[in-house]
Every structure is written in structure tokens, then in C-alpha cells.
């Protein structure tokens, strides 16, 4: 049996507090000093972010980002932008077949009708599997997937609350936990044992062969994935992109070559971005 993912506090702090920093300066919203009904749930969390120096107090009056704030949320971006353009291919792979959901995305007109390809009952979720192969850490993959998910959504009633004191969070723990592990990929046929590894590994490979045919797709004039990510997350409140935002990242089609090497971490996964 593995062992168990775990989350600390301080851990579940750091990824609450990302998250309303995004708020803070891409909405932008800034709290004001004392906390009015349900905002009084993110007191912890802006006093924080305050003694981190990514918040400061605004003429006695609010909670406004730092420059060393945007900092800290650009490296998030620059993460949760890997996560939606490499990690996000290994959500539903078939194993039997070898066959990945993403290879027939262009095939699908409209969001629902590729939701419900997703959720056929022959796919593995492999996001943590290959995470946990590349030393990354599942904790945060998961709750990268929350996010692109809208299950943090700030048009939800309580979302202060369930932002740091909810269950989300056991939720979270519960998928890492039951996951596919890379090590239980391991099998057997007519040639003899086929170990764990190079099943990863095939996997790791074939997952970026399809995210360049994916991009070139898209330069070919297709539309851009419908990605479910939580909206409230990347745009702005009037869908103006506001002076200071700051987003997911477009790159060009040969910066994914290096993730045709199974092991290849890109450096913005290295430390963390606090």
C-alpha cells in the first residue's frame, strides 16, 4: 500500500491564499479592513497573506496585493498553465487500449458533448500517477483540477467559508488517495513482465505526443479547447482584460518538445511560489 497523501495546515493555507490573491488582483477586489458577513471566513487567510508581505494594508482602510504578491501569483500561473496544457491530457487514458480521451477532442462541437465522452466509464484518471513519477506533488495537481473545475467557485454562497475549512479539501485528499499509482501499472503478457515503469513512461510519452498534435491542430484555425476552467479564476468581472491582470500563458508549439522525455520537469515546478 502506498503511503497516504497528507495535507497540513500550513499547506492548505498556502493554496487557499493563492487563491484569494488571484481574487485580489485579477477580479480586481480588494477586502476591506474589517471583514463584512461571509468575508469574515477569509480573515486567516489575509492576515496570512499579510505576514507574507503579499497583502498590505491600504490607507487603514483595505487589504491591497504587493508587488512581491503578483510575484508569487505569477508563478502559480505560469504552474496552473502546465497544468492545463500538459497534465491535463493524462485525465482519461484508456489502459487496455492505450487509447487517450484528448485524441478525439476536435471531434466534439460543443462542451457538453465532450463532457459526457469524459466521464465513460473505460477511462483512468493518470494526473496523479504521472505526478507522483515526475516528483511533483498529486496535493496540488488536485487542486489545480478544482480550480479548472470552478469546485472553489466565488458564485457559490460560503465559497470563504469552504475555502480553507470545508471538505473540499478531504475531497482532494481522498483522489490522490485512491488514484492510479504510477507502481501498479505493471503487468504481464505473452513476452513476459512489462514493469511499472515503462508503462508510465509509454504513458508520459504518448500524453505529450498528443499535446503537439494537439497545438498544431489549433493553429490550424481549430477553436481553443473548451477548458472548464473556473472563469471567475482567469477573467475579469466586466471580461476586460484589466492593466496588472495576470493569466494563463499561450506558448508556441515547440515549447512542449522537452516533455517527449518521460522524466522532463520544466523549472517552474522547482520551490514553490511563496
Known sequence: MPKPY???????MQFAAIYVLEYMINKPHEFPLFLDRNDQDLESILEWLLIKEMVQIKKNESYSPTDKGRESLTKFMNRYTEFLNVFDIYCAVDLSTGEFAFESYFDFEDKASWG?????DRWEDLRVAVADYKKLNPVEIVFMSFISENRFGR??????FDLLLGSVWDEILEICNTAVQWDELGFEDEEGDVPAEAVIEDVIVQGAEHILALQKEELNCNPKYFS??????????????????????????????????PGYVSPIWFGFWF
Open 6 to 12: 497528507m495535507l497540513t495546515n500550513d499547506q492548505k
Open 155 to 160: 458564485d457559490k454562497t460560503g465559497w470563504q
Open 228 to 261: 472548464d476552467y473556473d472563469e471567475n479564476f482567469t477573467t475579469s468581472s466586466n471580461g476586460e482584460l484589466n492593466k496588472g491582470r495576470v493569466v494563463i500563458n499561450e506558448y508556441s508549439v515547440d515549447y512542449y518538445d522537452p516533455y517527449l522525455d
Open 116 to 120: 459526457k465522452y469524459l466521464h465513460e
